[in-house]
């Protein structure tokens, strides 16, 4: 007797249906994916009990025949694709024929539908995949499905939805994710007869922005465009101070479809580099414009995965074009620094920390420690005036804006990092020769490493002679390095060369930011007035003052404003 048996229709399509649905915000997103490609400028979203008992999806878009409606709710019916060659250029948002279907074996689903140039509409009515009735009806052009009593014939799966009220934000979620890019398009969320979310159809983005992130982060988003005849990317960045634990509002569209991408996700980090430190995550938006030809979203039938044809390209655009936003950051150190368009204040020049003041457009805020004034038009701002030292840790500083407090060893740190990346790109480190080598004991697995990386370490400016067993001599070192302990710093350098087997000009910027951190300045450390001078002036030049190589801030400055807040003397 056979032990292998074809499955009952019901009971492959209940579990096709698991594929595609796993909750009520999983039939809110593919019947709005449907409402998009009918090219609705309308769409309205009901709900009651966070889409447990109804979800009803109303749109003014194409509608359907008599026919479609029929049609629709089979597997693997769809208007979006014909031939296996279509698959390879999807530029809809739904093409695999199966939501509807799905939906309606495991609810009982109402379809309302006319086309514009049809004088009557039609009702069908389906429960569990059992067909009911289709009827002539009254109805606008477009079409409205109905959900109710979403997985009643499924209980284990309806027991593991949860409170109404978690559903609810699930799809006020995926309500606001999946309307950001369709800025033509009206939406409106509703509980009952409470509205939830209303966006309604704008030119500007920022009003979009403001429901997924919240207005204060919007408005300081920095937008920058990057294309390529078969490539764009648009970026909108949070500022890295707005950077969260959790990576919960990066979103990612391709070709305006809302997709989950770890290899996305690393590229923008990787844009954000030095700024972000170890385990934060940016609020940003990344849009991705590409030839459909190039990538594959038949992955998964949530639709949420994607493969790109040649992710390097991709990821290499994704990176320069984060990298080249952020350069426009403004920093407040001294108040200087480059100008920068934050999406909320077009055609203005902010500055991001505190966000309240404004330059001129024909102004540039610069640093100089030439007295060249003849050659310098732009208008001069001291330095930070050193007033002392809180717990031979901090810096304190007035500025014209306030009192500044300056981390000393992030400083210290960001100053060591860049001369040793400044000396390690025009030529090979520059070593300092010991006179009596330095003796260091590793374990037999750093060992190992030592010795299979010696020529790394000699380009790093690093000469360690194998002495015997586990013993290695210290014979040469970076001559900008004078205050290291190499005991502590030689393993974790042999870590790191271990476990790191990206390209090399990634694994030596994070090997030089080890290092920087190992010969810096410590806090607890007393520092005459000299040579805090000289730290926050030499600060005042470096490429990227505002964050340590570990992404910590370097600064903080307390305005006038806040302090008088502060104090009571204005409200």
Known sequence: MSTIRILPEKIASQIAAGEVVTRPSSVVRELMDNSIDAKSDRIDITIKRGGIDLIKVTDNGTGMTRDDILLCIERHATSKIETTEDLFHVNTLGFRGEAIPSIASVSKMKIISRTRDDMVGHTLTIEGETLKSIDETSSPAGTAIEVKNLFYNVPARRKFLRTPQTETNHVQDIVIKTALPFTHIHFTLKQGEKILTRLPATGNILHRLSSLMGRQVAEKMLQHTNETPDLA??????????????????????????????????????????????????????????????????????KEEIRFHDSFKVFRAIVSTVESALKSINHTYAGIGSTSTFIGNTGSHYISEPPAMEFEDDQEWIFSDTDEKDTDISPKKDLPAVIGQLGNSYIICETERGLMLIDQHAAHERLVYETLKETIAVSPMASQRLITPIQIELSAKESTIALENAQRLAELGIELEHFGGNTFLLRSYPAVLDTVNWNSLIPELLLELKKDTRVREILFDKILSIMACHSAIRAKHKMAREEMTDLVRRLGMADLPTNCPHGRPVFKEITYTELEKMFKRIP
């Not at 990787?270 to 990344?286: F, H, I, S, T, W």
């Open 233 to 302: 990317i648009d970026v909108c960045l949070g500022l890295p101070e707005f950077a969260r634990k959790r990576g919960d509002r990066l979103f990612v569209y391709v070709n305006n479809r809302n997709i989950r991408d770890r290899f996305v996700t690393r590229a923008v980090i990787e844009g954000y580099g030095q700024r972000l430190m170890k385990g934060q995550y940016p609020q940003a938006v990344v849009f991705i414009t590409i030839d459909p030809s190039k990538i594959d979203v038949n992955v998964h039938p949530a």
